[in-house]
């Protein structure tokens, strides 16, 4: 009866999402075209950022809760990374060719894989210091909060000098927006919230229903609740993929990224102290690796993410869904 009544919490939390995604890519998409800004700044900042925020929930909360909860924390940030790049990017692909623009395989995707191996270098304390066991610990975290603090450089950066309608990337049209200001910030906003609720209905659920099948905290950290947060990425990825605002997909996702690696995992553990990483494979960390080196290498091949290559990313975390669960 109870994991019943999860896996209806489960359901809820998901139509709540799907329906509150169209309602925050109208909105973005809308501020965008109104302040003429680039639909790629928009999803670096407001759909990352905002998009980010279950994660940086559940991070915050293990490290108030008891021992052992550090692997969801750590588990949501590495499964989330593989689940959007993989997945999600994989999936939006192949429902659509993703259009990558030149800022992007210049500026932001180094900036990630630069992220992303000082995250992996983390991990290394056996090799590099020859201790015990891998830990996540305080240096780790300002090193990481340094990297973020590049990105948060390169986007006010960007911002000021507002790199508008000139290039192919840009909206330049206000006359095809949907929204007023006004709707569009309470779009963003409302939309928001929604997919905030509906996030923590969905991993609240599903965790539930995972832990009375007895699954572990890794991989229910790696599968159902990485999932869970994922979700509003997925549906606006999708949404704004069918939309042909692909741009905004790709940076959503970027910014995502290096959000969860730079910041939600970093500051609650600069605050309260490092932890043990030692439940985690380096297979773990090798997927997420090969994903972010994969979006870079099919980004700069033509400046398109191709469905065949979509396919790939796809088959390659299928392979990984069944290598955690087997």
Do not use: W
Request: proline residues 2%.
């Amino acid at each position: 009866m109870a994991i019943l009544f999860s896996f209806l919490i489960t359901i809820a939390g998901l139509i709540l999402l799907a329906k509150m995604t169209g309602i925050f890519v109208d909105g973005a998409s809308s501020i965008a075209k109104h302040l003429r800004v680039s639909a790629t700044v928009i999803g670096l900042t407001v759909v990352a950022f905002g998009t980010s925020a279950p994660e940086f929930f559940i991070s915050l909360t293990a490290r108030f809760s008891e021992t052992g909860s550090t692997d969801i924390a750590m588990g949501n940030i590495i499964g989330a990374g593989i689940i959007r790049i993989l997945l999600i990017l994989g999936m939006t692909a192949v429902i659509r060719p993703i259009r990558v623009e030149n800022s992007v395989t210049k500026r932001e995707l180094p900036l990630l894989v630069l992220a992303t191996c000082a995250f992996a270098a983390t991990f290394l304390d056996t090799f590099l210091n020859d201790a015990p066991v891998n830990t996540f610990s305080r240096s780790d975290a300002l090193m990481m909060l340094l990297i973020f603090g590049i990105f948060i450089f390169y986007l006010k950066s960007i911002v000021q000098h507002r790199r508008l309608v000139q290039s192919a990337d840009t909206v330049d049209a206000v006359a095809d927006v949907k929204l007023s200001k006004g709707r569009a910030i309470f779009a963003i906003v409302g939309g928001l919230t929604g997919l905030l609720i509906g996030a923590h209905l969905t991993v609240a659920g599903a965790s539930a229903v995972a832990g009375g099948l007895g699954l572990s905290q890794r991989v229910i950290a790696l599968t159902i609740v990485s999932i869970g947060t994922s979700l509003p990425e997925l549906l606006v990825a999708i949404v704004a993929a069918r939309r042909r605002e692909s741009a905004l997909a790709v940076g959503s996702i970027i910014g995502a990224c290096i959000f969860d690696i730079g910041f939600v995992i970093a500051l609650p553990t600069l605050i309260f102290g490092g932890f043990s990483v030692a439940g985690f494979s380096y297979v773990d960390l090798a997927v997420l690796l090969l994903a972010v080196l994969l979006l870079t290498f099919f980004a700069n091949s033509d400046r398109r993410i191709k469905r065949s290559e979509g396919l790939a990313m796809l088959s390659i975390f299928a392979i990984y869904m069944l290598y955690l669960i087997f």
